[in-house]
């Protein structure tokens, strides 16, 4: 293993960022995107209006 040193206040992120949204929508608005109330869901191409 090689330890890297970083400066202070330096900041470091690895990974994939995550991204919760929490919102009060209508029955519409749940149907209009194929959401399903109280699941969580990983985007797709079609919530990207979103």
């Not at 990974?15 to 194929?34: A, Q």
């Not at 699941?39 to 209006?49: D, M, V, Y």
Request: proline share 4%; charged share 35%.
């Amino acid at each position: 293993w090689k330890f890297i040193y970083f400066r202070r206040g330096s900041f470091f992120g690895i990974g994939n960022p995550l991204l919760d949204v929490s919102k009060e929508v209508d029955e519409e608005f749940l149907e209009k995107y194929k959401l399903k109330e109280g699941e969580a869901i990983l985007a797709r191409e079609e919530h990207a209006p979103l």
